[in-house]
């Protein structure tokens, strides 16, 4: 092969490429592809990774049989426990507490501060982490929060936006209290002490984002996230409450029908922890180191469907589990960065995406799965992407157009995140634009919840991208930390009522995993496969050679 040459990040036979989309920049300037009618969408979604064929199957076991699920979601659902009943000593009780959060992002930790004002003392809630305190999807959220607390804005086009965009698939209970709940989670935001941006007089900075009607987007430049955590980490270690890192559940425990608790297990020990609990809240997050369809992924090392999996073994229910977001924009190069988010912020400030002949090919704010899908049919159905130097492909996002629109200096006001990511390989995001490719971002469905958190387990409660209903078949931009917040809130203050109400000693026992591992056994599952698996495994050829397989 043929040494390349790099010029300014890029080598040269790419560098020819950008020339197309800079010799049609300024006649894109103020030209924007118009929206797709809905006839056009359902088109393009048909493109879709969720619509190819041979990615799913119907589940044999639990309360779900006979759903369709991704293969990879699947084989954890339909996979043996990592622990027999006998084989842990749950007779002696390390923490018998009132409240037990698995998961430490926004949602956890929101739920902890949430029962904690309720009524809960601080030494009865228990917060576990499977890595570090905040080792989570959260703190890579990096566009905004959605919240409806403008006059021209109401909580009802809200609502209507998150319904549309979610096909109106969405469970209509949970989607209204999502949007209901928005504003007042914007002010305790705030009052925590939140640097949101803001206009020069003071007043929230609101953005556009994709299937929005109105502007409504809040952000921190291009780390809300991040921010946002870190006003709640403050507080929730200001308060003292308990916590641990380095401790994934591996398996809940129940009182017959009944969560009473969780085995813990030390990732770097191997020690196991029993923790008696009256509730417990699963706030896990997302599945994207599952890579499914081998699709790279936006997710943080720890997103492995653990909750999901431990929730359908003592009965809880599942809805949307067959949707999966693929964040449009996701970098396709280069190689170091593959599958790293770009905010649809940059998007909504005048980012276009544009393919190898230069032109500006779909309106830069269509829902999210219409966009992804838009991208994908113009890299492998028209033939107009780029291909990279280890064969992938993708398209331009033309990132220049942000400060021609929007000012000289805005790019490194409005996105610092994304200036250094891409500095790092000697790459200006103001001066050239960037390739990108749909990566998976959000694990749209989960475990079906009332608008308290609560699921059809008694002592179960989930909160955040673990739970299904809220967003349907597809989620919003800036409805994701909203939902974190929304729910780790509504679950800490309904978990916290329940204890009030509950009397009497909880039991703990393993028995679910006995009868799971009698229907795997009749549903002639073989027990070649172990669940949750708490970390991804990149070994082996297969793993290196990871390929997209839809096309």
Request: hydrophobic share 35%; net charge neutral.
């Amino acid at each position: 092969m043929a040494e390349l040459k790099y010029i300014e990040g890029y080598p040269e036979n790419i560098r020819k490429e950008i020339d197309k989309v800079t010799k049609t920049r300024e006649k894109r300037i103020n030209y924007t592809p118009p929206a797709m009618t809905m006839k056009e969408r359902d088109e393009v979604l048909r493109i879709h990774p969720d619509y190819a064929p041979g990615g799913k199957r119907e589940l044999q076991v639990g309360p779900n049989k006979g759903n369709l699920a991704p293969n990879e979601v699947a084989d954890l659902l339909e996979a043996y426990p990592l622990i027999e009943q006998d084989e842990v000593n749950i007779s002696q009780v390390d923490y018998d507490t009132d409240i037990l959060i698995i998961g430490g992002g926004l949602a956890g930790t929101s739920a902890a501060l949430w029962a904690n004002d309720s009524g809960i003392a601080t030494e009865r809630i228990l917060l576990t982490n499977k890595l570090r305190h905040g080792d989570a999807n959260s703190i890579m959220a990096e566009g905004g929060t959605q919240a409806a607390d403008r006059e021209v804005d109401s909580v009802m086009k809200h609502y209507i936006d998150t319904i549309g965009g979610g096909h109106f698939e969405n469970k209509p209970d949970v989607a209204r209290a999502l949007v209901e709940d928005a504003p007042l989670i914007m002010k305790w935001l705030c009052e925590l002490g939140a640097i949101f941006d803001r206009e020069e007089g003071g007043d929230l900075a609101e953005k556009l984002a994709g299937g929005l009607s109105v502007k409504r987007m809040h952000s921190c430049r291009d780390y809300t996230g991040l921010e946002e955590f870190r006003v709640l980490r403050d507080e929730f270690r200001t308060r003292e409450i308990p916590y641990l890192e380095h401790y994934p559940a591996i398996e809940l425990l129940t009182d017959g029908d009944r969560v009473t608790g969780a085995v813990l297990w030390n990732l770097e020990t191997g020690e196991y922890k029993i923790v008696r609990a009256k509730a417990t809240i699963i706030a896990t997050g997302g599945y994207g180191r599952l890579h499914i369809r081998g699709f790279p992924t936006t997710n943080h090392y720890g997103a492995t469907f653990d909750g999901v999996v431990l929730a359908y073994r003592v009965g809880a229910k599942l809805r949307d589990i067959d949707a999966v977001q693929y964040h449009p924009t996701g970098a396709a190069y280069p190689i170091q960065i593959v599958g790293y988010l770009l905010t649809e912020k940059l998007r909504g400030s005048g980012a276009q995406p544009v393919n190898a002949d230069g032109e500006a090919f779909v309106y830069p704010l269509e829902p999210r799965d219409v966009e992804a899908s838009a991208i994908i049919r113009e890299c492998y159905v028209r033939n107009k992407g780029i291909v990279t130097p280890t064969g992938l492909r993708g398209v331009w996002l033309d990132t220049p157009l942000i400060e021609i629109k929007n000012g000289k200096g805005y790019i490194e006001k409005a996105f610092p995140g994304m200036i250094r990511m891409y500095k790092r390989y000697d790459i200006d995001i103001r001066k050239d634009p960037v390739l990108v490719f749909p990566t998976l971002h959000y694990q749209n469905g989960g475990i079906e919840t009332d608008p308290a958190g609560r699921t059809n387990v008694d002592g179960l409660w989930v909160a955040g991208e673990v739970s299904g209903g809220v967003h349907g078949k597809n989620r919003l931009m800036g409805n994701s930390t909203l939902d974190c917040l929304v729910f780790g809130r509504r679950a800490g203050m309904s978990t916290a009522e329940y204890v009030k109400a509950h009397k009497g000693e909880n039991k703990i026992a393993l028995d679910h995993v006995k009868r799971y591992v009698k229907n795997l056994e009749q549903a002639g599952v073989k027990c070649t496969r172990r669940a949750p698996i708490i970390l991804p495994d990149y070994r082996g050829k297969a793993a290196l050679a990871r390929m997209i397989d839809v096309f």
